[in-house]
């Protein structure tokens, strides 16, 4: 029998940012300069293939720090933590490892030179987020308030209109957050705002590569985990473009197949904490079903690195990374 033919348009950029690749590469140097186990609090990123993938290698996951035994390394994951976290492992004396991405601890320094300058702080973000968490945690309660909605942003109270700074998670709707944006500027018109955009080259990137591709599809396939931010932000992108049929899957086994049942044009994209290996999974899963070609749309190149801690350079043993 006869495949249907299937045009999939696969976007690009996609998958890991720099952010995520410098997360894991710091679990694995901690792996092979420590030893197994090596302790993380909360998934190192959103992804479960990524987190098994750790756990098989000798990582072991966990929720709080005093689930860390003594004498054993920890990492934090790459979304940030509050002050209170490395303060905790201080005071049990923890060696630990910080892999929050820079572009979150941009965030967070931002938000304590505006704390330091006496203003309040607005966090343009979604509630319960590990990111937001650690962003809040970074200076007193007092003086940093989340705004979630253009509702919210419409419905704020704030003691002194005139000395606020916003500040936003990294992982958001471009476009949504410009809206919210637009209305905390004319509510309050003196307000400042970064310097640069806080939300992420990474997210923007994929998101503006799913516009390129989404009004072509007549579906679209987001490769990434139900708690992961970017990922969600990608289907929505693809939705309010038009494409109606798009849908978030961890891995090719999720991929409800009738759905796409009369599809010719397929969109493919995977979220920053997605690897590639579960794309090429995607593809291969669609080849069983389709007489695949294959179209990769490139909106831009990405060449950002972020480094290690120089304290897991291993510059004597020579050992590979995997």
């Known amino acids: 029998m006869t495949k249907p033919t299937l045009t999939v348009l696969l976007a690009s950029p996609r998958g890991f940012c720099a952010g995520v690749d410098r997360a894991i590469e710091i679990v694995e140097r901690a792996l092979v300069k420590h030893g197994a186990p090596v302790y993380v609090r909360h998934e190192i990123v959103h992804n479960r293939y990524v987190v098994e993938n750790l756990e098989q290698k000798g990582a072991i996951f966990v929720q709080e720090i005093d689930e860390v035994p003594e004498g054993l390394p920890v990492i934090f994951s790459a979304h940030g933590v509050p002050k209170s976290v490395p303060a905790a492992a201080q005071a049990r004396e923890l060696l630990y490892f910080d892999a929050t991405c820079p572009l979150v601890s941009k965030v967070h320094r931002e938000a304590e030179r505006h704390e330091k300058d006496g203003r309040q702080v607005i966090l343009i973000g979604h509630a319960g987020h590990p990111e937001v968490i650690g962003t809040m945690g970074q200076i007193d309660e007092g003086s940093i308030v989340l705004v979630e909605t253009e509702q919210d942003a419409e419905q704020l109270e704030v003691p002194d ?153 291993d510059t004597t043993a020579n050992k590979e990374i995997h």
Not at 211 to 229: E, F, H, M, T, Y
Not at 253 to 258: C, N, Y
Request: negative net charge; hydrophobic residues 40%.
């Open 161 to 313: 209109p005139e000395n606020l700074a916003y500040v936003t998670q990294t992982t958001l709707s471009v476009d949504d957050t410009a809206s919210i944006v637009k209305v905390l500027l004319r509510r309050f018109p003196n307000m400042l705002e970064p310097k640069k955009e806080d939300i992420c080259y990474a997210t923007t990137n994929r998101q503006e590569a799913v516009k390129a591709i989404a009004k072509r599809c007549d579906a679209l396939l987001v490769i990434g985990a139900p708690n992961s931010s970017n990922s969600k932000r990608l289907v929505e992108v693809a939705f309010k473009q038009g494409c109606e049929k798009s849908a978030l899957v961890q891995r090719a086994v999720d991929i409800k197949w009738d759905q796409l049942s009369g599809v010719s044009t397929l969109g493919i994209t995977a979220g920053a904490s997605a690897p590639e290996i579960l794309v090429e999974e995607v593809i291969a899963a669609c080849n069983e079903h389709f007489d695949v070609t294959i179209e990769e749309i490139n909106i831009r190149d990405e060449n950002v690195v972020f480094r290690v801690p120089k304290t897991l350079l």
